[in-house]
């Protein structure tokens, strides 16, 4: 089973940028789909972008106008990089490991291992 764990949050200003890492081990990470999900307090983790093992990219909404989800197996390392930061974006990111596939992984039960999450705050 792989192990993930994010890092790269903190606090930002409105407009600015942030990336996020995810760091795997125990498995090979080239063969996993890799997702990205947030939380907020009281509301259900949501999906915010996919990468699947051949490097094909889904975002919900229009996260894909700001945000871009990329992995560099190589190094065993997803990242999230958001930019154009706003306050609807504070929330705790979440990086997963999902099974090795071409289609649409993006309910939080398609993921089968999960990091502690690290919290972006976006605030003036």
């Given at each position: 089973q792989v192990q993930v764990v994010e890092s790269g949050g903190g606090w930002v200003q409105p407009g600015d940028s942030l990336r996020l890492s995810c760091?795997?081990?125990g498995h090979t990470f080239s063969d996993?789909?890799?997702g990205w999900f947030r939380q907020v307090p009281g509301e259900e983790r949501k999906f915010v972008a996919q990468i699947n093992y051949l490097g094909g990219k889904v975002y919900y909404g229009g996260a894909g106008d700001r945000f871009t989800i990329s992995r560099l197996n190589d190094k065993n390392t997803l990242y999230l990089q958001m930019n154009r930061l706003n306050p609807e974006d504070t929330a705790v990111y979440y990086c997963a490991a999902g099974p090795?596939?071409?289609g649409l992984l993006?309910?939080?039960s398609d993921f089968t291992a999960w990091g502690q999450g690290t919290q972006v705050t976006v605030s003036s």
């Open positions: 760091t795997a081990s996993y789909t890799m090795k596939t071409i993006s309910r939080s």
